[in-house]
């Protein structure tokens, strides 16, 4: 859809998934370089960080190494780094731009440019000055590619910040410490300050290429887009820019005006699923249940074309009722011996072979854990396969608490393992000498990942699933060490087609949280999805379905939802139980996001706000409900 939108202030483009986007960025600025090349004139870039522009700079290796891209006469400047930071730390933006562009182009080492981290705080006025001056000695930048904050911050201009901003030291605001704190290993060791690139410099640059993918970013998105110029929000001032472009994939597009409300902005075709989004909508912003809408309400809020398809509201209030009453089940297996034609799940077999693909050690049971608990209590043939060993979520006093454990096990009961006692006793004095920023040794990593271990087991057996139906995959990709991940390998998929193999299930479930599309659940998701599309040729597959799950940190929307399982207030409580047993994730986790509550709390909450929403659309009250999507493969 690419028809000027009166709702958006900015153009944007919606691509399918970050990588169809990250290559059409990718050649946009190949044909920049091409260009500039042929002119012999220099092409001066301003370059952004963090995961957004990761899969954009990897097309451009590879046309740079398949396709003799030259970066011979490409100068770069790049739009902040954290202050203080050495330049060869894990987090330093100048590594990271080394390890995912520089290093693997034929770009001089004096093209390019980054803020200095390690710089005293009274040269930074002076060092600032210069690097603006650099840039427009050489006629300002051609070209910025820029990523966007949460809270729609660009580079790190927070909010606040205003439109003629200079390049300068700034205090970062707490959501993107937040934000960061994955990557330093909590919010205690984020920098409280980074040098950025001013917004006036930003504006200055003769073309803009914004880059944003997944849900979370879509708040951020809609409001730079569709909102006023404000310096709340610092992207909003890109709508004052002469060329410049935003680059979506659909979840962060989540939010605009034409894909959230559709018919406010175009005709659009009125099928089952436009239905069903355009009346649970209505039934919510005007906090009437689907049964009680109108003629009046819906020709008052655009969807007059609905009401003139169907005669009447009545018509289409029922229609979507039974839409809603038919994704709730009790029976997430299927109930056996009875009529589906309604149900969202088959009757046949009464007793299914099941997957439920667990990236982390504990999503299982924080997703969908009640769930995870009926399809066992009902009698099918449950399997766990926890994709990763979780690791990097261990707190390092949490290990070392294990670790001496251990030490003092062997040494009081005598124990003769030397090799063992070895181990432990080198994790133990590592991690009371640990560094800020330090990656953990080998030993501490599988120390760590035991610990997962063991609680993934003790979930299981409080479920009642037999210890030889938990698989611990181990995944390669996720063995770094480190928040940043190796790319999925052909070793991680086979791992996922062996078990699918083995099992030959009935049903899969699968974390489909989209927020961030190089996270981990991503990823594991991407694992899943290539295993299957591997698969489908295979009898047994062709009476597989596949169900979509959400972490703890959100929910599908209401009119994607096409199973909810009830859970009756002892059943939320049994599943707290189950999330109890994960106690390195209890108390102050390492990643605890922008999110105080505990990972029971989130998943209660959540889970009783899926309910709610039902019964203020009119359907039965719940304790609580699990969400879930189905994947037709």
Known sequence: MEHAISYERIPTHIFENSEQASKAVAQEMAALIRQKN??????????????????????????????????????????????????????????????????????PVTN??????????????????????????????????????????????EPGSLINSKTRLMTLDIHTKIDAAIDFGGLAKVPKKAITLGIDKIMQAKRIVLLAWGEHKADAVARSVEGPVTSDIPA????????????????????????????????????????????THLSLYLEKPVLKLTNKDYNENGLSDLLSLYGQAYEINIEVFNY????????????????????????????????????????????????????????????????TTGNIAVADDEALRFAEFVVDFNDQFESSNAKANRIYKDAVRFLKNKK???????????????????????????????????????????????????????????LIIDLIE???????????????????HKVCLDAIMEAISRLKHREYMKNCWVWLYKGAWAEWDIDQIEMAVPMSPDQVFKKRMGIFKHQ????????????SREFWQRAEDRNRGTAQIYNRLGLAEYEAMEAFVRWKF
Request: with cysteine; proline share 7%; glycine share 8%.
């Open 38 to 107: 042929s002119e012999n004139k220099p092409t001066v870039l301003g370059m952004a960080t963090g995961s957004s522009p990761k899969k954009v700079y990897q097309e451009l290796i590879r046309m740079h190494k398949e396709e003799g891209l030259s970066f011979k006469n490409v100068i770069t400047f790049n739009l902040d780094e954290y202050h203080p930071m050495e330049p060869d730390s894990v987090q330093s933006y100048v590594r990271f731009m080394k390890e995912q562009l520089f290093d693997h182009i034929d770009i």
């Open 112 to 157: 390019y440019h980054l803020p200095d981290g390690t710089l005293p705080i009274e040269k930074i006025p002076e060092f600032c000055r210069d690097y603006e001056d650099k840039i427009e000695k050489l006629g300002g930048l051609d070209f910025h590619l820029l990523g966007i904050g949460r809270n729609g911050h660009i580079g790190f201009n």
């Open 236 to 279: 909003s001032y890109l709508q004052q820019h002469p060329n410049v472009r935003f680059i979506l994939d659909e979840t962060a597009a989540a939010n605009l005006t034409r894909i959230k409300t559709p018919w406010l902005v175009d005709s659009v075709v009125w099928d089952r699923k436009m239905i069903k989004k355009a009346v």
């Open 324 to 387: 809603l009453q038919h994704t709730i089940t009790g029976w997430p297996g299927g109930k056996p011996n009875a009529d589906d034609t309604h149900r969202p799940e088959r009757a046949f077999p009464a007793k299914k072979k099941v997957i439920i693909f667990s990236p982390h050690p504990d999503d299982d049971i924080i997703s969908m854990g009640g769930t995870f608990q009926r399809l066992h209590d009902q009698g099918h043939e449950v399997h766990v396969a926890y994709q």
């Open 436 to 494: 800020d920023s330090e990656l953990d040794i080998p030993a501490v990593r599988e120390i760590k990942g035991l610990i997962r271990k063991g609680e993934a087991k003790n979930t299981c057996r409080f479920v009642g699933i037999k210890k030889e139906n938990a698989h611990f995959l181990q995944m390669p990709f996720y063995e770094t060490g480190t928040i940043r991940k190796k790319p999925l390998s052909e070793p991680d998929i086979q």
């Open 502 to 520: 083995e099992i030959q299930p009935h049903q899969i479930y699968a974390a489909g949280d989209l927020a961030d599309p190089h996270g981990t």
């Open 584 to 595: 390195s994730q209890k108390d102050g986790v390492v990643f605890q996001g922008d999110d």
